[in-house]
């Protein structure tokens, strides 16, 4: 079995929080682009709901759906040095 990698806590709260500083500023370009679009054009109006479920999806896998969602395991070490 391989053995996992372990990372100082620190290092792991703000490589999330940098990854989910991302996702949040491309999937916000992303969406106003699609409402500018969406809006532009009647042909796209059905897209509109899809849109918004992506959205709440995204927000979802981001964030949680409640504050305090985990996003990641801390575990004890059985032996402390």
Do not use: C, H, N
């Not at 053995?3 to 491309?26: C, F, G, H, M």
């Amino acid at each position: 079995m391989k053995e996992k990698k372990t990372y100082p806590l620190d290092e792991v709260i703000a490589l999330d929080a940098q990854r989910k500083s991302a996702l949040d500023k491309e999937f916000w370009a992303f969406y106003k682009l699609m409402k500018e679009k969406i809006g532009a054009s009647s042909e796209m109006k059905d897209l509109e709901v899809p849109l918004e479920k992506v959205k709440d999806a995204v927000q979802a896998a981001a964030f949680g759906r409640a504050f305090g969602t985990p996003m990641i395991t801390v575990e004890e070490p059985e032996e402390w040095e």
